[in-house]
């Protein structure tokens, strides 16, 4: 078969026709399953979806139309559809039209960010993105470095990665912190985060060779918040048993109640201590957009670095996540001469590559969607967005409060709401819940998230929760997805 390629006239042609395809597939795809979720149990619905799918390597392949056609209108109908308003459960966005257009072009271009002559234009892109996304936190877009990153995990990764090579180079005097941890650190550094703070966290102390018991847990009060004086109090207690704060990791909206750290005075300790100070904003940084919400973000610019994730509050397709540190030169750690990607005197002669600002070396030009995204929409018709999102989450908290067959659990900070149905007397809530849950999967009809937390008497419980990140989403379809969730419940007893 031919190979057509997307970047040239030919291609062009071609990849529009094949655009048009994969869209109808879409479409017959999203009519086909009528809901957020396919209907069915799991097992029988991948049973079915197996048999349907022909052979993935044919010995002679079936065509590009064909192919198309067949994958996509699959994958539309077995899609959990962040587009419909009743696919509420993760922090999964439907992505904006005008991102994935841009998506498209880059995947047509294929820049690649490892070195400038992959990617001349993209790179200059990225870095004012960079800078402008810093301006916004409250960085100096001169002095803050950056890079588009896969999300919030890779983002802490990073955080953790330049706060833990600044303290080995600080105590070594070596500018080649990657040659390991010194003897009189190892298993002396510590990562001090709330004790609902993102999983990755750990994880990121684990991969950083730090080990996970490496975290301490900071108590956070009755909304989630990390507790400024049991920080103060944990921090003095690290030292005293001889060990060395790493970083302080706080959350700008925790991944279940949108809970935002006090970081003005998580700010005021970090400075006095001299610890790293990272902020993990990947579900928050969307706030900086809104007038209304930015507030609450008080404090991020006087941190060392954050994550934001583009793919949550801010309609990207995957994967748009953004790691900023307030200075620029902690990036060493990663840097690398490499003969056939950036040689000294290539960069000496201008051709700056972007090697060094990421773990990975070929690497998309994510920052694309971002840049086009922040520029059709300006600060203000996404902080609009945001708004919407945050107001729709208030409307369904006080719908659920005023439903006595349903508990609220927090009034809604960002856009999340958790939120239990209470069965009637007799009925175990923990397990009611998580059945629930699975009914209204099963039923097509609504995906809602769920988590466990302590109720109002401490007692860890299981809760439901709404994500609620697509704008478009009106008041009548929030009541539409209680009133089926109820009526599960209803067909349960
Ligand atoms: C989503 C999330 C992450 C993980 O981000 P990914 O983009 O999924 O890698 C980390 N922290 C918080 C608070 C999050 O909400």
Same mark, same amino acid.
């Given at each position: @078969?031919?190979?057509?390629? &997307?970047?040239?006239? +030919?291609?062009?042609?071609?990849?529009?026709?094949?655009?048009?395809?994969?869209?109808?597939?879409?479409?017959?795809?999203?009519?086909?399953?009528?809901?957020?979720?396919?209907?069915?149990?799991?097992?029988?619905?991948?049973?079915?979806?197996?048999?349907?799918?022909?052979?993935?390597?044919?010995?002679?392949?079936?065509?590009?139309?064909?192919?198309?056609?067949?994958?996509?209108?699959?994958?539309?109908?077995?899609?959990?559809?962040?587009?419909?308003?009743?696919?509420?459960?993760?922090?999964? !966005?439907?992505?904006?039209?005008?991102?994935?257009?841009?998506?498209?072009?880059?995947?047509?271009?294929?820049?690649?960010?490892?070195? %400038?002559?992959?990617?001349?234009?993209?790179?200059?892109?990225?870095?004012?993105?960079?800078?402008?996304?810093?301006?916004?936190?409250?960085?100096?877009?001169?002095?803050?470095?950056?890079?588009?990153?896969?999300?919030?995990?890779?983002?802490?990764?990073?955080?953790?990665?330049?706060?833990?090579? +600044?303290? =080995?180079?600080?105590?070594?005097?070596?500018?080649?912190?990657?040659?390991?941890?010194?003897?009189?650190?190892?298993?002396?550094?510590?990562?001090? !985060?709330?004790?609902?703070?993102?999983?990755?966290?750990?994880?990121?102390?684990?991969?950083?060779?730090?080990?996970?018991?490496?975290?301490?847990?900071?108590?956070?009060?009755?909304?989630?918040? @990390?507790?400024?004086?049991?920080? !103060?109090?944990?921090?003095?207690?690290?030292?005293?048993?001889?060990?060395?704060?790493?970083?302080?990791? #706080?959350?700008?909206?925790?991944?279940?109640?949108?809970?935002?750290?006090?970081?003005?005075?998580? &700010?005021?300790?970090?400075?006095?201590? +001299? =610890? %790293?100070?990272?902020?993990?904003?990947?579900?928050?940084?969307?706030?900086?957009?809104?007038?209304? $919400?930015?507030?609450?973000?008080?404090?991020?610019?006087?941190?060392?670095?954050?994550?934001?994730?583009?793919?949550? $509050?801010? %309609?990207?397709?995957?994967?748009?996540?953004?790691?900023?540190? +307030?200075?620029?030169?902690?990036?060493?750690?990663?840097?690398?001469? =490499?003969?056939? $990607?950036?040689?000294?005197?290539?960069?000496?002669?201008?051709?700056?590559?972007?090697?060094?600002?990421?773990?990975?070396?070929?690497?998309?030009?994510?920052? =694309?969607?971002?840049?086009?995204?922040?520029? #059709?929409?300006?600060?203000?018709?996404?902080?609009?967005?945001?708004?919407? !999102?945050?107001?729709? &989450?208030?409307?369904?908290?006080?719908?659920?409060?005023?439903?006595?067959r349903l508990e609220?659990?927090?009034?809604?900070?960002?856009?999340?709401?958790?939120f239990r149905y209470r069965p009637?007397?007799?009925g175990?809530p923990?397990?009611a819940n998580?059945?629930l849950r699975? &009914?209204?999967?099963?039923?097509?009809?609504?995906?809602?998230?769920?988590?466990?937390?302590?109720?109002?008497?401490?007692?860890?419980?299981?809760y439901l929760?709404?994500?609620?990140?697509?704008?478009?989403?009106?008041? #009548?379809?929030?009541?539409?997805?209680?009133?089926?969730l109820l009526?599960e419940a209803?067909?349960?007893?």
């Amino acid at each position: @078969m031919d190979p057509i390629f &997307a970047g040239t006239t +030919r291609g062009r042609t071609a990849l529009a026709g094949y655009l048009t395809t994969a869209l109808d597939a879409v479409g017959a795809g999203v009519r086909t399953r009528g809901g957020p979720i396919p209907a069915g149990e799991p097992d029988a619905l991948a049973r079915a979806w197996a048999a349907e799918f022909g052979a993935l390597l044919p010995e002679n392949g079936a065509g590009p139309e064909t192919a198309l056609t067949e994958v996509v209108t699959k994958l539309a109908e077995g899609a959990a559809d962040p587009a419909d308003p009743a696919c509420a459960a993760h922090l999964h !966005c439907p992505p904006l039209a005008v991102a994935v257009a841009a998506d498209t072009a880059v995947s047509a271009l294929n820049p690649s960010l490892d070195s %400038w002559d992959q990617a001349p234009v993209a790179s200059v892109l990225e870095d004012r993105l960079v800078a402008t996304l810093a301006g916004l936190t409250g960085y100096d877009g001169d002095t803050a470095g950056g890079a588009v990153t896969t999300g919030g995990t890779e983002s802490n990764l990073m955080g953790l990665l330049l706060a833990r090579d +600044r303290i =080995v180079r600080g105590l070594t005097g070596t500018e080649a912190p990657q040659t390991g941890i010194p003897a009189e650190l190892v298993g002396k550094l510590r990562i001090l !985060c709330s004790s609902v703070a993102h999983f990755s966290v750990a994880r990121s102390a684990g991969l950083l060779g730090l080990g996970e018991r490496a975290v301490v847990p900071i108590a956070v009060d009755e909304a989630d918040r @990390m507790r400024p004086d049991a920080l !103060c109090v944990e921090l003095m207690r690290v030292r005293e048993r001889g060990e060395v704060p790493l970083a302080v990791v #706080a959350t700008a909206g925790t991944t279940d109640l949108g809970a935002i750290d006090p970081l003005e005075a998580i &700010a005021e300790l970090t400075y006095a201590h +001299r =610890v %790293w100070f990272h902020v993990d904003a990947a579900y928050g940084g969307g706030a900086l957009f809104s007038d209304r $919400l930015a507030p609450l973000l008080a404090g991020i610019g006087r941190s060392d670095s954050v994550g934001l994730d583009l793919h949550k $509050l801010g %309609w990207q397709p995957i994967a748009a996540g953004v790691f900023l540190s +307030r200075d620029r030169t902690g990036f060493r750690t990663l840097d690398r001469t =490499v003969a056939y $990607l950036n040689p000294a005197d290539d960069e000496a002669a201008g051709y700056r590559s972007r090697l060094g600002l990421s773990l990975r070396t070929t690497r998309r030009a994510d920052a =694309v969607k971002i840049a086009v995204t922040l520029r #059709a929409f300006g600060r203000r018709g996404l902080g609009e967005l945001v708004d919407r !999102c945050h107001d729709l &989450a208030r409307y369904a908290a006080d719908a659920i409060g005023a439903d006595p067959r349903l508990e609220l659990r927090a009034e809604p900070t960002l856009s999340t709401v958790v939120f239990r149905y209470r069965p009637p007397a007799g009925g175990d809530p923990d397990q009611a819940n998580a059945r629930l849950r699975r &009914a209204l999967l099963a039923s097509g009809k609504g995906v809602v998230g769920r988590t466990t937390m302590p109720d109002r008497s401490g007692t860890a419980a299981t809760y439901l929760k709404l994500t609620l990140l697509n704008p478009a989403t009106t008041q #009548a379809d929030l009541d539409k997805l209680l009133l089926d969730l109820l009526g599960e419940a209803e067909l349960a007893r």
